[in-house]
DNA sequence: ACCTGAACACCGTTCAAGT
DNA sequence: ACCTGAACACCGTTCAAGT
């Protein structure tokens, strides 16, 4: 009989943060933040949950940094290439929202979770965009924060179904999305 | 000795709705929404924390949806008079940011708690004030709807204190607002 | 009608112990 | 080094009982 170097005694793959954190994204994606919970997360790596404090020394409030570093400071894919820089900023917007509603149970982290590092990387990105499509410095701050700011706001109140009316009538939310945008990017291309 | 009618045996005003939800918001606003306890919430209103259910028979959920009703819809003071639109709308913006940064712990309440009614006010009464302003019914939904957006993502931008760069060079997140404004609203008077 | 007391099933986290 | 088991101090909520 052989050993296989990586896989324990009990025959499974050992805890790793990066496990962690994706398993508990799991776990939020379909049961929703409430359910996320240390022992059920250990149940789900069939493992203790005591276990994941040896990965995690922080406990909960590491595990929840760690799942808003890993939807919200990802890079966006570019986009398509080739138009201007608005075409690149509009590309850039529905991707991150996109992002964000797939994984719309972590919003209220992104949100309100006070770890200013975890959206440095996505404004400097963002500003770096501006700039390659010719805005100045200062603009580039302004419309980076602006954009930013829209995208999550308007995911927010998309996940929270916000009623237009009295009347129940259903919101085009991408045709919304992309209105919004027209108004901050100026419709130019 | 003269019964005071209002007053119980024990010389306490009885509990109420409006008294429960006032005292909730004031344990998140001096100590966060991590420290909003039944227990700790009915300690803050000399009681037992069982009697709260009397009141509010759906338990935290219900305490929570209060909190979002009292501080996201309740209509805002519609500032200066006797500008254009865009002032009136910039009183507006200003008025709501000011109010979710007052009480910044329920941000993340306001952002995700399933309850579409309690901005359905909110939204209306800026349709309301945009139509005055002469815009077509088309337009000012979509501007209404761009600008909460907005409000509401710089307002959690804000308060997560998300870090401009590598250097922690402060924003003023007055001007910042202020700016996005002039990107939405075009600058128009 | 309004509040209390005891109880239940769950939390996050610590700490000593196992391998 | 990595994981377990038992324990502690808390949760939200139910339910019968008091006044």
Redesign the interface.
């Known amino acids: 009989m052989v050993r296989q170097p990586a896989i324990n005694a009990r025959n499974r793959a050992p805890l790793s943060t990066e496990r962690i954190i994706e398993t508990a994204l799991q776990i939020v994606d379909g049961q929703g933040l409430g359910r996320l919970t240390m022992r059920r997360l250990g149940d789900a790596l069939e493992v203790e949950a005591m276990a994941i404090y040896h990965h995690l020394p922080r406990g909960k409030e590491q595990l929840l940094d760690g799942l808003v570093a890993h939807v919200a400071a990802a890079p966006v894919s570019p986009g398509a290439r080739g138009g201007g820089a608005g075409d690149a900023l509009r590309g850039w917007a529905r991707g991150y929202r996109a992002r964000l509603l797939e994984h719309?149970g972590v919003?209220?982290?992104?949100?309100?979770?006070?770890?200013?590092?975890?959206?440095?990387e996505t404004?400097?990105s963002l500003r770096e965009a501006l700039r390659l499509g010719g805005a100045a410095e200062d603009a580039a701050?302004?419309?980076a924060?602006?954009l930013?700011?829209?995208?999550?706001?308007?995911a927010?109140?998309e996940?929270?179904?916000?009623?237009?009316?009295?009347a129940d009538r259903a919101v085009d939310w991408d045709a919304?999305f992309d209105?919004?945008l027209d108004?901050?990017l100026?419709g130019a291309r």
């Open positions: 719309a919003l209220p982290l992104v949100v309100t979770r006070r770890n200013p590092a975890a959206l440095t404004v400097a701050a302004v419309t924060h602006t930013l700011g829209y995208v999550i706001g308007h927010a109140l996940v929270r179904g916000t009623a237009e009316d009295g919304r209105a919004g108004v901050i100026g």
